[in-house]
């Protein structure tokens, strides 16, 4: 990608209705870049949307979220297969749209140590990448860095699997990482370490193609709780901003704050006045 791009989660709450066309109304107005579509119970989309978004695709980044009930660890077989089908069905959607890339909190760990999970989710997702070359379809996967301890998806182990696959990049939800730490990842350095740590690691292209969320969030010991609008929230965002410049970072950033478009334009205001 050639900049940074601000995306609001899901269609802007201000919009004179909640379809796509009027969203891209707000984000107009707003002079943000484009939205992530939120599939949260099932891959579902209205043929009216889909040719909106297919309309709009050049003009806009659009990006999606994979459904929440995804578990490539689950111990029922139907489970790890419907968990498959909805990762390969969000990717299928977005990539006709004409979407950059979805996410997905990819498993829990189920009682399983670390190196259990890992390898089972490497597996399965050696699946989901070889349909996707069957079908040619190249867009980005990428499992989140995930808000709870019993997620699987810390940091390190988000980098590790991007390095196994071609087509496997992080998604680095920065609001999950300071809501499983209990607090931490939340300064300059901080988010200065995760870049240059993803941009050695994985290597340069990941910095330029990357996928951010962000918002504000309420945790606890057991991590996330829920997410809030920045200014009743203790996120960082200004050090995330300065931290994504410093490393000019390009790709996206998802904002997930309850307000939607006013915490994505105060992030993007924020970005563009440095
Ligand atoms: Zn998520």
Same mark, same amino acid.
């Given at each position: 990608?050639?900049?940074?791009?601000?995306? +609001?989660?899901?269609?802007?709450?201000?919009?004179?209705?909640?379809?796509?066309?009027? /969203?891209?109304?707000?984000?107009?107005?707003?002079?943000? *870049?484009?939205?992530?579509?939120?599939?949260?119970?099932?891959?579902?989309?209205?043929?009216?949307?889909?040719? &909106?978004?297919?309309? #709009?695709?050049?003009?806009?980044?659009?990006?999606?979220?994979?459904?929440?009930?995804? #578990?490539?660890?689950?111990?029922?077989?139907?489970?790890?297969?419907?968990?498959?089908?909805?990762?390969? !069905? +969000?990717?299928?959607?977005?990539?006709?749209?004409? /979407?950059?890339?979805?996410?997905?909190?990819?498993?829990?760990?189920?009682?399983?140590?670390? !190196?259990?999970?890992?390898?089972?989710?490497?597996?399965?997702?050696?699946?989901?990448?070889?349909?996707?070359? !069957?079908?040619? #379809?190249?867009?980005?996967?990428?499992?989140?860095?995930?808000?709870?301890? +019993?997620?699987?998806?810390?940091?390190?182990?988000?980098?590790?699997?991007?390095?196994?696959?071609?087509?496997?990049?992080?998604? &680095?939800?920065?609001?999950?990482?300071?809501?499983?730490?209990?607090?931490?990842?939340?300064?300059?350095? *901080?988010?200065?370490?995760?870049?240059?740590?993803?941009?050695?690691?994985?290597?340069?292209?990941?910095?330029?193609?990357?996928?951010?969320?962000?918002?504000?969030?309420?945790?606890?010991?057991?991590?996330?709780?829920?997410?809030?609008?920045?200014?009743?929230?203790?996120? #960082?965002?200004?050090?995330?901003?300065?931290?994504?410049?410093?490393?000019?970072?390009?790709?996206?950033?998802?904002? !997930?704050?309850?307000?939607?478009? &006013?915490? +994505?334009?105060?992030?993007?205001?924020?970005?563009?006045?440095?």
């Amino acid at each position: 990608m050639d900049k940074l791009n601000f995306l +609001t989660a899901g269609i802007p709450a201000s919009a004179k209705k909640s379809s796509y066309e009027e /969203g891209l109304k707000v984000l107009d107005e707003l002079g943000l *870049d484009g939205l992530e579509v939120e599939f949260v119970r099932g891959v579902r989309i209205s043929d009216v949307s889909r040719e &909106v978004l297919i309309k #709009n695709s050049k003009d806009y980044v659009f990006t999606a979220h994979a459904p929440f009930f995804i #578990n490539l660890n689950a111990k029922e077989q139907d489970k790890v297969d419907a968990s498959i089908r909805r990762i390969l !069905e +969000t990717a299928e959607v977005t990539n006709d749209f004409g /979407g950059y890339s979805i996410v997905f909190h990819a498993a829990y760990y189920l009682g399983d140590d670390k !190196e259990k999970t890992y390898n089972t989710v490497k597996e399965k997702l050696a699946l989901i990448c070889s349909q996707l070359e !069957e079908k040619n #379809n190249k867009i980005w996967i990428r499992p989140e860095t995930t808000g709870k301890a +019993t997620q699987w998806g810390d940091l390190d182990e988000i980098i590790k699997i991007s390095n196994e696959f071609a087509q496997v990049l992080p998604c &680095v939800d920065f609001a999950h990482l300071h809501a499983r730490s209990n607090g931490e990842f939340n300064a300059y350095d *901080d988010f200065c370490m995760i870049l240059e740590r993803i941009g050695t690691e994985i290597g340069s292209y990941a910095l330029n193609n990357f996928h951010a969320h962000v918002a504000g969030i309420a945790y606890g010991a057991k991590g996330e709780k829920h997410h809030l609008n920045f200014e009743e929230a203790d996120m #960082n965002y200004k050090d995330l901003a300065r931290a994504f410049k410093s490393f000019d970072v390009k790709g996206v950033v998802v904002c !997930e704050s309850p307000n939607i478009e &006013v915490d +994505t334009n105060i992030l993007k205001e924020y970005y563009n006045s440095l």
